[in-house]
T-cell receptor, first 115, second 113 residues
């Protein structure tokens, strides 16, 4: 297992289009998080899953955003009707419940550019 | 409102000297603090953490200090190496928050050879 994988690494889309990103966490990790990072800022929490259940969503996650984690394995983040303000790096991270938090493992992110 | 603040966007240090990165927080419910390092085109990498019951944690060249009364933490890197040049993020989480992290805006550290 080489860590958290995200696909694609880069995505350029026209305003109004829908986009979907995928995250494959570390296999034994049961928690999966999505964060968004804009230029000059730190990552901001969007949502997290424990196994297949989505347990918390940030108010940043408008109703144009939806995330799923079927079967508690990989996760997808979909943005509908993209806007220029959605341009950001989308980061996925995973961790294991019950283990003292020594920090999530982040993926390398998907950079979204909305033109 | 920014609950975690890193007021220095950048820091330059000579190789071999100490780097000190600072972070302030406002939320008294935070009980766990972490530092992440980020290279360009990569995700953040966990560096070191500290629980609120401690005031210091050390791991090799990296030491994190926590001053709860001042709501301030700092990361010391001794000695600094050119490979330490990266963006450093301070992050915090609170009990019961499923370890959702609140990040600062980062400090770009440049270690000059």
């Amino acid at each position: 297992d080489t860590g958290v994988s995200q696909d694609p690494r880069h995505k350029i889309t026209k305003r109004g289009q829908n986009v979907t990103f995928r995250c494959d966490p570390i296999s034994e990790h049961n928690r999966l998080y999505w964060y968004r990072q804009t230029l000059g800022q730190g990552p901001e929490f969007l949502t997290y899953f424990q196994n297949e259940a989505q347990l918390e969503k940030s108010r940043l996650l408008s109703d144009r955003f939806s995330a799923e984690r079927p079967k508690g394995s990989f996760s997808t983040l979909e943005i509908q009707r993209t806007e220029q303000g959605d341009s950001a790096m989308y980061l996925c991270a995973s961790s294991l419940v019950g283990v003292a938090n020594y920090g999530y493992t982040f993926g390398s992110g998907t950079r979204l550019t909305v033109v | 409102d920014q609950q975690v603040k890193q007021n220095s966007p950048s820091l330059s240090v000579q190789e071999g000297r100490i780097s000190i990165l600072n972070c302030d927080y406002t939320n008294s419910m935070f009980d766990y603090f972490l530092w992440y390092k980020k290279y360009p085109a990569e995700g953040p990498t966990f560096l070191i953490s500290i629980s609120s019951i401690k005031d210091k944690n050390e791991d090799g060249r990296f030491t994190v200090f926590l001053n709860k009364s001042a709501k301030h933490l700092s990361l010391h890197i001794v000695p600094s190496q050119p490979g330490d040049s990266a963006v450093y993020f301070c992050a915090a989480s609170g009990y019961g928050s499923a370890r959702q992290l609140t990040f600062g805006s980062g400090t770009q550290l440049t270690v000059l050879p």
